[in-house]
Every structure is written in structure tokens, then in C-alpha cells.
């Protein structure tokens, strides 16, 4: 087995206030399972939290089974990667992520600009990349007129909600109804779908109205009122953050704000940026794989 020991914060857990932050463990668990030996494959995990002004991460660590060469770096959004090849034949591949997090609200501040600063050219170009639609979050033009008539008159702080709310009134949550492929389009128009696809519409939406936005994967604690001690069934989240002057993050699929019980992982333009487990491999074909995510509060 291999560990790579990502990243370890312990000093600034003591500088925020505690009764405003959860400590969170999070084991997140892939198996890759093939028909017969693989001759080699090659992988990326983005399972390490990482550290921010409303997240410490004291501990995480990535372990392989079987070992492999593995690194791990920072890639052009800012998540941290871990990388690793495998040259020995194998007929399964197990990949877990364990972190230690303590999490809360964003409790900092910033200053606003209104719809004519958001128009300004350094600030396009500043963001073009997060106010650029991709092939997973662009929207039809009628749907943005009625996100447009849904925010009025509001400013960006307060349009940004509004968009959350906006698109969840319009697409019920339902697990199995779209896959890792479903585009926003798609799912708006089915009337259904998951955190990817609910934060998907809302960033196409918020960068059409003109607002920088970005895609936020993570996991999220299921349970509001969680004993402490007690692990539960999690799975990978997604939500979404747009700027304002700064930046402001929302949960659009369960309509609150980010805070004890989110864990941040990584950042994008939409969910091709910042997957949980990507790579290639030669040889046998895949049987499939499985995931599982386990989250303890701690305190």
C-alpha cells in the first residue's frame, strides 16, 4: 500500500472560533474492478481538503492499494492532486482518501461592487475563464431571461440566492436520473437531478447574468444535528460560489449557506475541473467500480 501524506495544518485550528466549526472526518473510498490483470494505469485523486479562511484540514492522506509511485501537486485551479502509475499487473484498484477537517461559515467580509463594476473590463478580464459558459453549464437564452426576471432589480450579493433558489424550485433532486455526462441544458429540462447537475444551471446561470462564478466540489455532512462520534453514509457533494467583489458561496441543491458541514475539496469551471478520481488504463476491460464516503463528526 501506498500513503501520500498531502498536507498537514495543525497550528491554525485554535485561531477560529469553535463553537462557529465542526471537526470532521472524512474517509472517502473508490474500488476499480476489472475482468482479468491490468498491465498498467495511470490516475489522478483529488480526495485532499484544503486549507481557507472558513477550513483547516489537520490531516489527510491518500493510500493505494497495490503501491505505487505517487506525488502530489497543486493543478491550475488550486486542488491539490495526487498522482500516481501503476506497471505491475493488477485485477482491482483501491484508492482512499482520509482527511481530518475542522469546517464552519466564512466569517470574513469584503467589499461589493454593483452591476456597472461587474461590467468593468479589468474585472472581465480577471474572470473570463469563470464568466465563460463550458459544454457542461450553458444555458438557452430563454432560461436566462427568467433567471433575469427572477432576480430584478436585486444586487449581485442578492442575486446570487435568488439564482440558488431559482433553479432549485425548477429541478427536483433525484438520484440515478443524469450521469457525470448530463449537461445543464439537459437537466433543465428534465426537471431532475443531482448536486452536479443543480450546480451546474446555477453557475451557467450566474455567468450569463454576468457574474464570475465557479463550480465547487467537496462533501457535506448529511445530518444538521450529527452526534458526535458517530460515522454515517456521505457521498461527494457539489455546490457553487460566485464574486461579488468577493467571493460568496451557496449551496443551491439544499438551499443554505456553506458552512459546518461542508468540506471543500476543489474548484472549477464545472465538474471536468475538479473530479474525484480520473485515469487510463491498459489491458482487461473494467468491471465497474464502487464508492463509498463515511463522515464522522469528531467534534
Known sequence: MTQVQAQTFEATAAARPAA?????????????HYTGPVRASYNEARLTPESSNRQ?????????????????????????????????PHGELVVTGTSIVEAGPDLGGHDRVGWSGLRAR??????????TPTALTAMDDDVVAQARAAVGDAHPHEAGPLICRFVRAHIDYLSGAT?????????????????????????????????????????????PGAEIGEPVTGESHA?????????????PTNSVE??????????????????????????????????????TRLA
Request: proline content about 3%; charged content about 20%; hydrophobic content about 35%.
Open 179 to 223: 450521469n457525470v455526462k448530463t449537461n445543464a441544458m439537459q437537466a433543465w429540462s428534465k426537471g431532475q437531478g443531482v448536486c452536479q447537475d443543480i450546480s451546474h444551471v446555477t453557475v451557467g446561470l450566474l455567468r450569463a447574468l454576468g457574474l464570475p462564478a465557479r463550480y465547487v466540489s467537496g462533501y457535506l455532512h448529511p445530518t
Open 20 to 32: 462557529h466549526r465542526w471537526r470532521l472526518q472524512v474517509v472517502h473510498r473508490t474500488r476499480f
Open 239 to 251: 455546490w457553487v460560489e460566485w464574486w461579488d467583489g468577493g467571493w460568496n458561496a451557496f449551496d
Open 122 to 131: 479589468e474585472v472581465r478580464e480577471q474572470f473570463g475563464e469563470l464568466l
Open 56 to 88: 483547516t484540514t489537520l490531516r489527510s492522506k491518500v493510500e493505494i492499494e497495490p503501491a505505487a509511485t505517487a506525488y502530489a501537486y497543486r493543478d491550475y485551479w488550486g486542488s491539490t492532486v495526487t498522482a500516481f502509475d501503476l506497471h505491475s
Open 258 to 295: 456553506i458552512g459546518t458541514r461542508h468540506v471543500t475539496l476543489g474548484r472549477g469551471r464545472d465538474y471536468g475541473d475538479v473530479p474525484p478520481f480520473k485515469g487510463l488504463f491498459s489491458g482487461s476491460r473494467s468491471e465497474g467500480h464502487t464508492v463509498t464516503v463515511e463522515v
